[in-house]
């Protein structure tokens, strides 16, 4: 993989008078090589969690992983956060479901302010927020849903999506980011992305790791998963209130089907303190492209790195400022006559 190139790139930003030009680093991807890596290649050792299995903690599927404070709040797929020590054992389900009073149906997300320590879920049109003991303390309502809530170095940033807005010539899908406070009041607005399509459409992917957080460093990337004749390859970095383009994956020029509908998709472009990941797919085939700042060197994975069975993993970030991830292992069936077993964490640092 070749190193960094520079080129000059226009940015864009809907809300800004003029257009932003800066040096971008360029990170080629031939997508059209696979390579193959294992875990063992990039990580010396792999930290297992087995997750407590019983009636109260059955995990269906991790949709989300938060670690604070030697806790582990695991979002599954059935919308329940569950609260696991690092060992795995089985604490509590944090709030209860419902459509009443400080209940959730459909949990967005998860978050931790860093300084009062309180638990942030972003559900439909609402935002609990729970004291460290796991208490209820308030419920603030919304105008419109959050899919993501995050915090850093004291500031605490909100994403959301609107779909299927009547404009002229059809209708609008917007993606915002806003900066907001501990009462979740606006302060600021930082992106406002329009898409306008023909029809009504509204999609998204599973999981969207929106921020990448480095120290105090804070990048941004939020898919846009309607088709357009355009690869949205560009990671952006929060600066002093701002979004400036940090980087640029180049997947090549774009493809089209018979249909008119593009062949590469992309998912999440995440950064850590050594290295660039990006989740996407070409073809319809799930690709993970793996990229050592340190070396210059890039992988273009199918599905993810293999495990020490042979099976590709997807990493997930964990701690970005010290190139921690983790991913998940389904385990065997231990006993066919009984429930099958929570998923296992698996925790590397890349190397």
Not at 96 to 105: A, S, V
Request: with cysteine; aromatic share 12%.
């Amino acid at each position: 993989m070749k190193p960094f190139i520079y080129l000059i790139c226009i940015f864009l930003l809907i809300g800004c008078d003029q257009d932003r030009i800066v040096d971008l680093p360029l990170i080629e991807i031939n997508i059209n090589k696979i390579d193959e890596l294992s875990l063992s290649d990039v990580t010396n050792e792999v930290n297992f969690i087995r997750l407590e299995t019983s009636i109260d903690s059955y995990i269906i599927y991790v949709s989300d992983l938060l670690h604070f404070n030697d806790k582990l709040y695991i979002k599954s797929s059935n919308q329940k956060v569950l609260v696991f020590d690092m060992a795995g054992n089985y604490i509590q389900k944090l709030g209860q479901e419902g459509d009443g009073p400080g209940e959730y149906k459909f949990i967005k997300s998860i978050m931790v302010n860093g300084q009062t320590r309180e638990i942030y879920v972003p559900t439909t049109r609402k935002v609990l927020v729970y004291a460290p003991n796991h208490d209820l303390i308030r419920e603030v309502l919304l105008e419109n849903s959050w899919d993501y809530i995050g915090y850093v170095q004291g500031k605490m940033y909100s994403v959301e999506h609107k779909y299927s807005i009547p404009v002229e010539n059809g209708f609008a899908n917007y993606t915002s980011l806003y900066e907001i406070n501990s009462e979740l009041s606006v302060i600021d607005t930082l992106f406002i992305r329009k898409k306008t399509l023909p029809n009504k459409t509204a999609s998204a992917y599973g999981h969207n790791h929106y921020l990448s957080i480095i120290d105090n460093e804070v990048y941004f990337y939020a898919s846009v998963l309607s088709n357009e004749e355009i690869h949205r390859d560009t990671l952006y970095q929060i600066k002093e209130n701002s979004l400036s383009p940090n980087l640029k994956l180049d997947f090549g020029k774009l493809v089209l089907n018979e249909k008119g509908v593009k062949l590469t998709w992309i998912y999440n472009i995440i950064q850590s303190k050594s290295f660039i990941m990006c989740e996407y797919s070409h073809k319809g085939n799930k690709m993970f492209f793996l990229y050592n700042k340190n070396d210059s060197k890039g992988y273009n994975l199918k599905e993810g790195l293999l495990d020490e069975n042979g099976n590709p993993v997807v990493l997930r970030p964990f701690d970005l400022s010290n190139d921690t991830f983790y991913y998940i292992k389904n385990p065997e069936y231990i006993n066919k006559s009984i429930e099958e077993s929570n998923p296992i964490i698996g925790v590397v640092t890349l190397k």
